[in-house]
């Protein structure tokens, strides 16, 4: 009577078979090993990281000829190496302009885009952002003369929301792996209401734009 137990060494072609399934076993293990690795990998290094930045920020105006100095806060990210989305909000807590001011705080808010690849630590970019600045009324009765139309000051010091674009660049420089430093300056745009007489006695009959030389230096961290 034959025993049902296989014999014992195993043949040949039986060590092949349970060879090569070992073999098939361990390669699928390594493959997923591997293709976690690069996961991991990729994610630690996406360039969709999310920002906070804190800066100071002067605006020296043209139609006032005076500079207006603030603080304020920037949250942005970067859903791919070359573009990223941001949304800035400052605070210009000072009268303004300091002679005879008819405002008592500004405040800023721009939304917009920067687009830039980056070379080792800098990463230079150009930026656009619309956005909006919200004068305060002035911080003491504001004397006006009754003519038509007002001077820009007195439609100012009532307190006014005044649309604004920023264009401009910068450069953002890694001073370690999560944290940063960044420094840009542009121009910015607001939109002054009308009829209006402006800072040089001209007669603005319709809304207008004014140039704004804007600098910003701050820092933030990356998550």
Known sequence: MRSSTARWPLPIDRWSKVAGVRRSRLLWVVSVMCAAHASLAGAQTSPGRIELGGQVVSVSSGQFDATDVGLGGRVSWRPNPIVGLEAELNVFPRDFPSGRPFSRARFEGLFGVTAGATFDRFRPFAR???????????????ACILIFPPPLTCTLASGRTLVAV??????????????????????????YPGPVFDSDRMIREDPFFSHEFRFAAGAGVRF
């Open 166 to 191: 920023d264009l401009g660049g910068g450069i953002d420089i890694m001073t370690t792996e999560r944290t940063f430093v960044r420094v840009d300056l542009g121009d910015r745009l607001v939109r």
């Open 128 to 142: 656009v952002r619309p956005g909006f600045v919200a004068v305060q009324e002035s911080p003491e009765p504001f």
